[in-house]
Nanobody
Framework: QVQLVESGGGLVQPGGSLRLSCAASGFTFSNDYMYWVRQAPGKGLEWVSRINTFGGSTTYSDSVNGRFSISTDNAKTTLYLQMNSLQSEDTAVYYC?????????WGQGTQVTVSS
């Protein structure tokens, strides 16, 4: 079955960086769409970024564009999110997800807290 396991979250100071990872299995990773979605405390889900694993095309939300970078290592079936210049507004649980026309599977999430 599909498994998506996030890691790399933690506490970071404003202006700092973190890299999230998502280890994927149970599907053809190299021919799919992968997403990062986040949920801040008391708020709804917010789409962050998407990548197609067969061509590498990426898209970002306006709130993270220029600061975050999504990538994959298809040999390791792993999705990454490099987050730079982190701000308090980036505090959230970050979820890895997959799907073509819509998201079909979710990871369990990893907490990112940006605070001094």
């Amino acid at each position: 079955q599909v498994q998506l396991v996030e890691s790399g979250g933690g506490l970071v100071q404003p202006g700092g960086s973190l890299r999230l990872s998502c280890a994927a299995s149970g599907f053809t990773f190299s021919n799919d769409y992968m997403y990062w979605v986040r949920q801040a405390p008391g708020k709804g889900l917010e789409w962050v970024s998407r990548i197609n694993t067969f061509g590498g095309s990426t898209t970002y939300s306006d709130s993270v564009n220029g600061r975050f970078s999504i990538s994959t290592d298809n040999a390791k079936t792993t999705l990454y999110l490099q987050m730079n210049s982190l701000q308090s507004e980036d505090t959230a649980v970050y979820y890895c997800a997959r799907g073509w026309s819509q998201i079909s599977n979710w990871g369990q999430g990893t907490q990112v807290t940006v605070s001094s």
